[in-house]
């Protein structure tokens, strides 16, 4: 995730949420449904497009809010217990700077 927003940075790009752990791979920080805080914040989830899951039973199956929508919904938090993430798409925002407050 850190080298993701590393590589968007340039792009005057960030996540809309990074949670608070950015030594993860992107599959694993969608599939726990990672959180960050503040109350206009959204989960991961939300900022997730499309994905591509590695099924065992349906094989290479590509998900959004057109194509398995159901199966999407569920599979954006899925744990991996649904398949292996092998593609996602994620919805950024315009790269901007936190202040923390203790």
């Known amino acids: 995730v850190g080298d993701l927003c590393a590589w968007l940075e340039p792009h005057g790009l960030t996540l809309e949420n990074l949670a608070s752990i950015a ?7 969608t599939q ?3 959180h960050g805080t503040g ?3 959204p ?3 939300m900022q997730v497009i499309s994905m591509r899951l590695a099924t065992p039973g349906l094989g290479l199956i ?3 809010d057109s194509k398995n929508k159901e199966l ?3 599979a954006k938090v899925g744990l991996g217990v ?3 993430v092998t593609e996602v798409t994620l ?4 790269k901007h700077d936190l202040i923390e407050h203790t």
């Open 23 to 29: 030594e993860q791979q992107v599959g694993g920080f």
């Open 32 to 34: 726990v449904g990672a």
């Open 39 to 41: 109350a206009r914040v």
């Open 43 to 45: 989960p991961v989830d």
């Open 62 to 64: 590509e998900l959004s």
């Open 72 to 74: 999407f919904a569920l």
């Open 82 to 84: 649904l398949g292996v």
């Open 91 to 94: 919805r950024c925002v315009p």
